[in-house]
């Protein structure tokens, strides 16, 4: 009875494959990322995804082991890219309703690591997150200065830009041995004319994420200006005081930063 039962699950797959594939031919729409490697086997780990997105996991150092086939074939089959734009075109519909005051204080705070600019080539090596994090490994990557830009991240930076918003870029890498590379793998990338990007400086190592951005985020508060949108891939960057009107969660299910 079991093998009949497996059988059928399998059988109802294939079907739903036979399905997505026939529909997708006559749309032109891209198969949903499981037909790439996901399927009925990965519903465990889309349930993990869910709940680490929604912030229902307690801190976690890294994807289970189990997932890496899923989290993988999420990250480069396609719904991760439709995920990332689809937020996009919320924060553009919010952006829109805004109207700027002119007086140079209306502003949006961006992170940079997989908001502005892309490490998932990186993770791919490190199996999407599988890996334990690697502080010299991610360093000597950084480095090379060569993250692509996350497309509808830069086209929603330029479209501030154009809007009248002063733009930050608030990231925790390191001002002293990052600093300089990552303003011009940022250039690079068409991230140009934002206000400031602020990094962590020596006098903030040891400090959480939350607390080294709620410390930067008061700052701006302090100095006049208006934070109308927090954009980031972690909870950390949207978590603590002075967070903005409303913030911004990009999908990012390959690593943890409290």
């Not at 994420?209 to 950390?236: C, H, M, P």
Request: charged letters at 20%; aromatic letters at 12%.
């Amino acid at each position: 009875m079991i093998i009949i039962g497996e059988m059928v699950r399998r059988a109802r797959e294939i079907i739903s494959m036979i399905f997505f594939a026939v529909l997708s031919s006559a749309t032109g729409v891209t198969p949903p990322y499981w037909s790439r490697g996901g399927g009925a086997s990965c519903s465990p780990c889309l349930s993990w995804r869910l709940a680490a997105e929604t912030n229902n996991v307690e801190p976690w150092r890294t994807v289970p082991a189990h997932c890496f086939s899923c989290i993988g074939a999420y990250i480069t089959g396609g719904q991760y890219q439709h995920d990332v734009r689809f937020v996009v075109e919320q924060i553009m519909s919010y952006a829109e309703g805004i109207t700027v005051a002119g007086d140079g204080l209306d502003a949006w705070v961006l992170d940079v690591d997989d908001t502005c600019i892309s490490n998932v080539d990186y993770y791919k090596v490190k199996r999407y997150g599988c890996d334990p994090y690697d502080p010299p490994a991610f360093r000597s990557w950084a480095m090379e200065g060569a993250c692509p830009a996350i497309q509808p991240v830069a086209e929603l930076f330029t479209k501030l830009m154009k809007s009248g918003f002063k733009v930050f870029l608030v990231t925790g890498r390191d001002e002293e041995t990052l600093g300089q590379v990552t303003v011009e793998n940022l250039h690079r990338e068409g991230f140009i004319g934002y206000e400031r990007i602020i990094l962590r400086t020596a006098a903030e190592k040891g400090r959480s994420a939350v607390e080294f951005k709620t410390e930067i985020r008061r700052r701006l508060v302090e100095q006049g200006y208006r934070i109308w949108g927090n954009v980031g891939d972690q909870w950390s960057d949207l978590q603590g005081q002075f967070v903005g009107k409303r913030t911004f969660k990009l999908p990012n299910p390959m690593y943890f930063v409290p």
